[in-house]
């Protein structure tokens, strides 16, 4: 089955500053390429997503790229703000069959200091 | 509009004891249904996914169970709960048939095995 690894577990930046969130994906035959944040205790959230057709993808202060050959893609937040701050969780969804599932790397969490 | 609905929010449970939680969607027909577990610190563990009534997939073995009497129902069950059974159990749904689309989760349900 498909396997995420994301990194970094934990990452701290100056408010202002960006943060990038890498995962890395092992099924070629994955092509949905979601990303969650979960503030604490809260349900997790979509906030961008990418499909294997493209390479890039903005939403604001938020951005993803896809690396198809390399297997891997990137969360990039841009002028980071204190409510930033969450868990962050790639996914990558294979198709197999009539199912789909979702598989999410560990997560990020990521702390924007004042 | 679709709606997820999940309870309890929390639950104490002694070690030995069954499980019951229930997880009801609305506004959609014949989604995915999927059972996630966090433990603290972690990313998400897919534990069940379903794509129809009384159709369930397994991703890891545990003492837990899962079942979907209905449409829009899914229920995770265990007969006899371990102290490793504790955690943040999410439910979640997607749109049925292939299509690569966003999971939208339930508010989840802090489980604590004492």
């Known amino acids: 089955g498909e396997n995420v690894e994301q990194h970094p577990s934990t990452l701290s930046v100056q408010e202002g500053d960006s943060a990038v969130i890498k995962c890395t994906y092992s099924?070629?035959?994955?092509?949905?390429f979601p990303w969650y944040k979960q503030e604490l205790g809260k349900r997790p959230q979509l906030i961008i997503d990418?499909?294997?057709?493209?390479g890039e993808k903005k939403d604001q202060r938020i951005a993803v790229t896809l690396n198809k050959t390399a297997k891997h893609f990137s969360l990039h937040i841009t002028e980071t703000q204190p409510e930033d701050s969450a868990v962050y969780f790639c996914a990558a969804s294979p198709f197999s069959g009539s199912a789909r599932q979702l598989t999410f790397g560990s997560g990020t969490q990521l702390t924007v200091l004042p | 509009s679709q709606t997820i609905h999940q309870w309890p929010a929390t639950l104490v449970q002694p070690v030995g004891s069954p499980l019951s939680l229930e997880c009801t969607v609305e506004g959609t027909s014949n989604p995915n249904l999927y059972w996630y577990r966090q433990a603290a610190g972690r990313g998400l563990q897919l534990l069940f996914y379903?794509?129809?009534?009384?159709?369930i997939s397994s991703e890891v073995p545990q003492n837990l169970s899962a079942s979907r009497p209905q449409d829009r129902q899914f229920i995770l069950s265990s007969k006899k709960l371990l102290l490793s059974d504790s955690g943040f159990y999410l439910c979640?749904?997607?749109?049925?048939?292939?299509?690569?689309?966003?999971?939208?989760f339930g508010q989840g349900t802090r489980l604590t095995v004492v």
């Open positions: 990418i499909r294997s057709n493209v």
């Open positions: 379903s794509v129809g009534i009384g159709q």
């Open positions: 099924d070629s035959a994955s092509n949905y």
């Open positions: 979640a749904w997607t749109l049925g048939g292939n299509l690569n689309t966003e999971a939208f």
